[in-house]
């Protein structure tokens, strides 16, 4: 292939062009997001771990065009779609970006052009939404005029070592043709790729995954409120836990879940196992464990100003970290958003700290935050909060201000002051 086109621009979409352009695969780049379009075409970059001298010379060399123009899908051999798959206020399955994008995509389609859906979504997706609004916007038909797969993406953010073209790329086609030209085309951009038998069992791989992780993270959150009764540290457990060179994998206990997968997607497979009689208990129950690590959080603070004879209501709090994990300027479905709103409910004075994120862009669900900036960290405060453990973050320098620390990440080293939560 010598074209192809990528379709939404984010987190998940813009690394791939980048690959495939390095690789001397062109990319047109559509995305519905024309402030992203110019930014990328003046060869700058809005996500921080991708440089802007990677994007500058796709640009510049031709290999990467940005544009908002559909009808530029008749000019590639492939389309990867990678629009945001969300939760709707139901916490059900919000296809629509999918589907917007199939439309919009599927007059512009040739023959023997290759869809992939990288969205994350439950099984099913792809053989039968994806490609209705394919086929009747297109006139063709799937497996037969065009090629249709699922591939989901595996991006560990933050992660220096992350590299799109070392990741494995799970695949699934409608047909074996279909398989074929999917593991060819992300053959020519990651050294491996991994044919599953089918779109579903591709998009049932991606969900496994996350629900594993989640699954995983309420056990050691569960762990750490049982150890915490019995004066046990969960952070010195999971530490020698993890010496056992076999059958234990190390998870890490946190203020809850956040980030654009992990506290969205099992959901996705809650939904569709009710249309099979089914209830997902693993998943809500983890769901439930998770969701309630920031009241967790707050009846720690709530417990340290109180040793301190003092009340939420008026203490000034410091938040560390608003980004939903380390190293990433990444907010979405952070805890850390809750824990603001949680402890300014019950009357705090709470400003945050955070090296990724200087100002509080405009979130769903979030958006009376909007435009508060980051605080120096200091000892001006009656309680700091580890929200987030950010390699900027020094544990003991924190220790040494002096002030009560809530650490829910398992930072800063034991002391009188410090209260892990
Ligand atoms: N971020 C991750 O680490 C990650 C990892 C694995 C899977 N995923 C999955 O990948 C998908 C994309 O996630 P993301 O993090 O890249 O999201 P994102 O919000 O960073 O990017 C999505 C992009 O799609 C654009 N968009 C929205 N509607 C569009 C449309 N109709 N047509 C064209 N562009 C449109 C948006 O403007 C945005 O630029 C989701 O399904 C997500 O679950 C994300």
Known sequence: MKKIAVVGLGYVGLPLSLQFAKRGIAVVGLDVDDSKIKTLCQGSSFIRHIAASDVSSAVGEGMLAPSTDFSRVSEVQAVIICVPTPLNKYREPDLSYVLETGKAIAPHLSRGTLVVLESTTYPGTTERELREVLEAGSG?????????????????????????????????????????????????????????????????????????????????????????????????????????????????????????CIPIDPFYLTWKAREFGMHTRFIELAGEVNASMPDYVIAKITDVLNRHGKAVRGSKILLLGLAYKADVDDIRESPSLVLIERLEALGAEVHYNDPYVPVIPVTRGHSALAGRESRPVSGDYDCLVVATAHSEYNGASLAALGVPIVDSRGLVPHGPNVFRA
């Not at 989901?152 to 953010?157: H, L, M, N, S």
């Not at 074929?180 to 599953?196: E, M, N, Q, R, T």
């Not at 409120?225 to 010195?236: A, C, K, L, N, Q």
């Open 140 to 260: 063709m038909v799937a497996g037969k005029d065009f090629h249709l797969a699922f591939s989901p993406e595996r991006e560990d953010p933050g992660n220096p070592e992350s590299k799109v073209a070392k990741i494995p790329k799970v695949v699934g086609g409608l047909t074996p043709a279909c398989l074929d030209a999917a593991v060819a085309l992300y053959s020519a951009a990651v050294d491996k790729v991994v044919p599953v038998s089918s779109c579903a069992a591709a998009e049932a791989t991606k969900l496994t995954e996350n629900i594993f992780r989640s699954v995983n993270i309420a056990l050691v959150n569960e762990l750490k409120m049982i150890y915490e009764r019995m004066g046990i540290d969960i952070w010195e457990i999971i530490a020698a836990a993890k010496t056992k060179p076999f059958g234990f994998m190390a998870f890490y206990p946190g203020p809850g879940l956040g980030g654009h």
